[in-house]
């Protein structure tokens, strides 16, 4: 008697393309991760529910940790610009080499007067914990602080290149002392910039 | 799940020894998964790592006090951040107090709960759910960054109508002091 044969129908799928798409989106998704640059002063922001996020361009970031004051601004042209700008102001002439590499870094705080030292560094020495001592908030005599000359010049700049307002964010570390936090506020202040953001990482309403 | 299929050389009878011919069929799925779970951990880990941003504004500093104190008394309540994350609080002036001064934690069953209760009897004495809670900020030189942040995130939970941040007097320091609130 003839078998009547069941085709079997095998139901094991070819998981190769599956396979090739799943590995080529991770790629793209690590490659368009933007690798944190180095910061000299680790920040531990505290934590909020709001949900804003913060846009790229056009905003200086004054990171607030340990007593000392860090300033960061996005956008090679405004480095350059604020350099330069700064330089006049404090009678320092700084030559192209030093221009261009301030254009390329990041976070720095360090007093004017010592700006050519910090320039000159390489990138890692520059970020070593504890080596730059922050930005003074302390206005010496009538003259305003170097901080206040900073988000003045940096304004200008913003305003000039890009005709933009400047905004100002504030990164501070969760047990920094409020009175630390109030200068740096009272110097925006001076400047009428009475609106500016606080960094802060995300939290639930439960707590 | 691999599965070694060596069945195919079979079947040849011959005299001379065949190597058998394997072929080796790798099921995928668990690659895959994982290649999954990496792309979920990396979208996540780039937007997340995006500071959020609290926006505050600041009243111009040129106005003077006096322009500030004009508001009603019934409506408004004054917040002392002072040591230890913790809070005081009162409604009306400092010099009389519509309610005794009150200490309060930070967070959902502290200065929240006072909060929503005290707006909720504001706009009922008020009538007008627009005027509700007027909310004064005075941090002292013991709080820290973290406990302004956490107050005005109240804020932006309880929305009153108005809210700022301003400086503290010496009498507030002294109610501070004596709730042990200034170390």
Redesign the interface.
Same mark, same amino acid.
């Not at chain 1, 990164?171 to 109030?182: F, R, S």
């Not at chain 1, 009475?194 to 995300?202: A, E, G, M, Q, V």
């Given at each position: 008697m003839p078998r009547i044969k069941v085709p079997r129908k095998s139901t094991?799928i070819d998981?190769?393309a599956?396979?090739d798409v799943?590995?080529l *989106? *991770?790629t793209f998704?690590?490659l368009?991760?933007?690798a944190?640059q180095p910061e000299p002063l680790p920040v531990d922001?505290?934590?909020?529910?709001? %949900?804003?996020? $913060?846009p790229d361009t056009d905003i200086a970031t004054l990171t607030?940790g340990r007593g000392k004051v860090f300033f960061s601004i996005p956008g090679q042209d405004i480095r350059r610009d604020l350099l330069e700008k700064m330089g006049t102001a404090y009678g320092i002439e700084f030559t192209e080499e030093e221009k261009k590499r301030f254009s390329v870094m990041e976070s720095f705080g360090v007093p004017i007067g010592n700006l050519k030292q910090i320039i000159a560094m390489k990138g890692e020495e520059r970020n070593k914990e504890g080596l730059q001592p922050g930005i003074p908030v302390d206005s010496v005599g009538v003259r305003p602080s170097e901080l206040h000359q900073w988000v003045y010049q940096a304004r200008l700049a913003t305003k000039e290149l890009h005709n933009q307002d400047m905004r100002v964010?504030i990164?501070?570390?969760?047990? &920094?002392?409020?009175?630390?936090? #109030?200068k740096v506020? &009272?110097i *925006? #202040?001076?400047q009428?910039v009475? %609106?500016?953001? $606080?960094?802060?990482? *995300?939290r639930g309403?439960?707590? | 799940m691999a599965e070694l299929d060596t069945s195919g050389g079979g079947g040849k009878k011959g005299g001379k020894i065949r190597t058998k011919k394997m072929s080796t069929r790798v099921d995928l799925t668990a690659m895959v998964d994982l290649a999954f779970l990496l792309i979920t951990f990396f979208m996540l880990t780039t937007t997340l790592s995006k500071p959020q941003a609290m926006d505050i504004a600041m009243p111009d500093k040129d106005v003077k006090e006096q322009q500030q104190l004009t508001i009603a008394d019934n409506r408004t309540m004054t917040i002392l951040l002072g040591s230890g994350n913790r809070v005081e609080w009162y409604m009306g002036a400092v010099e009389k107090p519509l309610t005794p001064p009150q200490v309060d934690n930070y967070g959902k069953n502290g200065i929240r709960k006072a909060l929503l209760e005290k707006k909720k009897e504001v706009i009922a004495m008020t009538g007008d759910p627009a005027k509700s809670l007027i909310v004064l900020i005075k941090p002292s030189e013991k709080s820290k960054y973290r406990n302004l942040v956490d107050i005005l995130d109240e804020m932006a939970i309880v929305k009153p109508q108005t809210y700022a941040i301003v400086d503290i007097f010496e009498p507030e320091i002294e109610l501070l002091k004596r709730e042990g609130l200034y170390q």
């Open positions: 094991a998981m190769t599956m396979c799943a590995f *989106l *991770l998704f690590i368009t991760a933007t944190r922001t505290p934590a909020s529910t709001v %949900k804003i996020k $913060l607030v964010s990164k501070g570390d969760a047990n &920094e002392k409020i009175p630390e936090i #109030q506020i &009272e *925006l #202040q001076s009428n009475n %609106k500016f953001s $606080l960094i802060t990482s *995300l309403e439960d707590y | -």
